[in-house]
């Protein structure tokens, strides 16, 4: 049976995480008994840290990563890194938001032998259209520097096999911002086995979102020239 590990960053989500364990635990539910639920949660000022340690007593296979770095981008590449070295043969990510449907996990789980990754594509969005209109630009950029095209480069909504995503991750720095966008560039750069599934994207459930505009400009401004150095690498 595969190990299936679904990994997920959290900072400051007292308000959603304790209703988001709830709700994806129960994909681990005839998986390999190897598989987890890990949620990387390094900075929370809030009770995020305590409610997911309370939530361990009753959920035994839900681990924590409480020594990564703060940032959303660090807190992915160590999830990543902690799955392929704890042996997983599926990653799956999303956030621990609440924004994400994990009913439509299965569709994506009958899919895992036919493709390399499958990517999650919000078609529709319920968190707003400065954000839809950001993806947007995101994936313009891609086309422009990498030549790659795809209709949403940073969902966090992705099953990918492990194996693959080992050759990709360590090509990016441990505290690199927007690993996920590049994570989906690199398999259709070289032309890895994907799909692109169309899912639901809810407005967040609780909590403010950490990620404003503003700094969603900043992060833009450094990813122009963080791509031209990974464009290199390629």
């Known amino acids: 049976?595969?190990?299936?590990?679904?990994?997920?960053?959290?900072?400051?989500?007292?308000?959603?995480?304790?209703?988001?364990?709830?709700?994806?635990?129960?994909i681990l539910e005839?998986?390999?008994?190897?598989?987890?639920?890990?949620?990387?949660?390094?900075?929370?000022?809030?009770?995020?840290h305590d409610i997911l340690v309370r939530l361990?007593?009753?959920?035994?296979?839900?681990?924590?990563?409480?020594?990564?770095?703060?940032?959303?981008?660090?807190?992915?590449?160590?999830?990543?890194?902690?799955?392929i070295k704890q042996g997983a043969d599926y990653i799956?990510?999303?956030?621990?938001?609440?924004?994400?449907n994990p009913d439509e996990f299965g569709a994506f789980w009958k899919l895992r032998k036919r493709y390399s990754g499958i990517f999650g594509h919000r078609s529709v969005r319920g968190d707003g259209k400065s954000r839809a209109f950001i993806e947007r630009v995101?994936?313009?950029?891609?086309?422009?520097?990498?030549?790659?095209?795809?209709?949403?480069?940073?969902?966090?909504?992705?099953?990918m096999k492990a194996e693959i995503v080992k050759k990709y991750l360590y090509k990016m720095?441990?505290?690199?911002?927007?690993?996920?966008?590049?994570?989906?560039?690199?398999?259709?750069?070289?032309?890895?086995?994907?799909?692109f599934k169309t899912i639901t994207f809810k407005p967040r459930q609780g909590g403010i979102n950490s990620i404003n505009i503003p700094k969603i400009i900043n992060i833009g401004k450094k990813a122009l020239h963080d791509f031209k150095l990974l464009k290199k690498g390629l």
């Open 1 to 26: 049976m595969d190990v299936l590990f679904i990994v997920m960053p959290a900072y400051n989500e007292e308000d959603n995480i304790e209703t988001v364990i709830k709700q994806w635990y129960p």
């Open 30 to 48: 005839g998986k390999n008994e190897k598989s987890r639920l890990v949620i990387a949660d390094s900075g929370s000022s809030d009770s995020t």
């Open 56 to 83: 361990q007593k009753d959920y035994p296979k839900l681990e924590i990563l409480s020594n990564t770095g703060k940032q959303h981008g660090p807190k992915v590449i160590a999830l990543y890194d902690f799955a």
């Open 92 to 100: 799956f990510q999303t956030d621990s938001d609440g924004q994400t």
């Open 138 to 159: 995101v994936c313009f950029l891609l086309k422009l520097y990498f030549g790659v095209s795809v209709p949403d480069a940073n969902a966090p909504f992705r099953l």
């Open 173 to 195: 720095p441990k505290d690199y911002n927007l690993p996920n966008i590049m994570m989906t560039t690199y398999f259709v750069h070289y032309k890895e086995s994907v799909k």
